[in-house]
């Protein structure tokens, strides 16, 4: 695998992490994220595992260092070890530095020790509660109990856990504070995300969201919350809680956005190549990959794409219309 000059959008900015979405499909149906009744891609419209590992393979070529798989849910697919397995040659030969996965945890059990030994270290879990009845309220179809058994096996094949939750008004300001204490005492870090407009779903997102700003503010009626340097590559900012020693994150597109360092763009389960999350711009990538054998068309597509890659988002909550800023879901993008 030849390297290639790296990808650097027109502000400057390197493009090291890329972020798959292997499936639109997910076992869970979060209130925020989904309606209930989804449609999902036909199967024939999805790249193939092979056809993933391509691609990712031409990022890395290109400069990508750390590589994220997303869903829907990425380990309800069919078959998905097998690409873990197969990328997981370039953390073997040093042109990649992380392979990780964002999972909701339904699956985590029966994987967890496979992906350790794919060379996966750390991975993240949704998880906005620990109330088992807010639990199934909030995902629809979700089993508390098997995210839970999930956990303690990923902990046990020695995988470093973060725990993401997402803000919701009327339910965070009062789990807070629990969701700390359960993720610090086991040694977690956990991140709070606002609540991002993307995609028809029952309810509005006025009613739903919750800034973090708010959260934070109320954060320090009981902690101590010391700002540090720490980085994974994402876009969360952190605090050292002082009274339990453990990492919080906040990740906050709406009320402070984090575009100006973005190094990251995500590709969809179809090959649909976005250069920003708030952004509607996208490129196609499957149609290169499949008319050659070869990957210059492929390459160019993507440089051509780098070369759209916008300042940063436009992520608003419209509560006029309570439109999404963003007419796709969550689950497609893989955010």
């Known amino acids: 695998m030849a390297d290639m000059p790296p990808m650097i959008d027109p502000f400057g900015r390197a493009i090291n992490y890329l972020r798959v979405s292997v499936t639109d499909r997910c076992d869970f149906r979060c209130v925020y994220c989904m309606s209930e009744d989804m449609t999902f891609l ?27 798989f997303t869903g829907g849910e990425p380990l309800v697919r069919r078959d998905i070890m097998t690409l873990f397995r197969s990328i997981s040659r370039h953390l073997d030969s040093g042109r990649l530095d992380e392979l990780t996965v964002t999972t909701n945890g339904s699956q985590l059990a029966r994987y967890a020790a496979e992906l350790r030994d794919c060379g996966v270290k750390r991975i993240n879990v949704s998880l906005d509660t620990l109330d088992p009845a807010a639990f199934k309220a909030i995902t629809r179809w979700g089993d508390f109990a098997k ?26 300001e009062n789990e807070a ?22 995609g028809d779903v029952t309810g509005h997102r006025v009613d739903q969201y919750l800034p973090l700003s708010v959260l934070r503010a109320q954060l320090l009626d009981t902690y101590t919350l010391d700002d540090i340097p720490y980085n994974t590559g994402g876009p969360a900012r952190y605090v050292r809680v002082r009274e339990t020693g453990g990492r919080l994150g906040f990740i906050t597109p709406m009320t402070h956005n984090f575009c100006e360092s973005c190094n990251r763009v995500r590709v969809t389960c179809t090959g649909t190549l976005y250069m920003c999350l708030g952004q509607e711009d996208a490129a196609d990538l499957r149609a290169p990959l499949r008319a050659s054998e070869g990957n210059d068309l492929l390459n160019a597509a ?25 007419s796709r879901h969550m689950s497609v993008t893989g955010g």
């Open 147 to 172: 995210v839970m058994d999930g956990i303690d096996k990923a902990q046990a094949a020695g995988l470093a856990v973060k725990i993401n939750a997402v803000a919701i008004k009327g339910m965070t």
């Open 302 to 326: 993507i440089d051509r794409a780098i070369t759209r890659k916008p300042k940063g988002h436009d992520f608003v909550i419209d509560r006029r219309t309570k439109q999404p800023a963003v």
């Open 42 to 68: 036909p199967k024939k419209d999805l790249l193939t595992l092979e056809e993933l590992d391509r691609l990712c393979s031409a990022f890395i070529a290109k400069g990508v260092r750390k590589l994220r």
């Open 177 to 198: 504070v629990g969701l700390i204490e359960w993720a610090h005492g086991r040694g977690m870090d956990l991140t709070f995300i606002e609540v991002m407009p993307m």
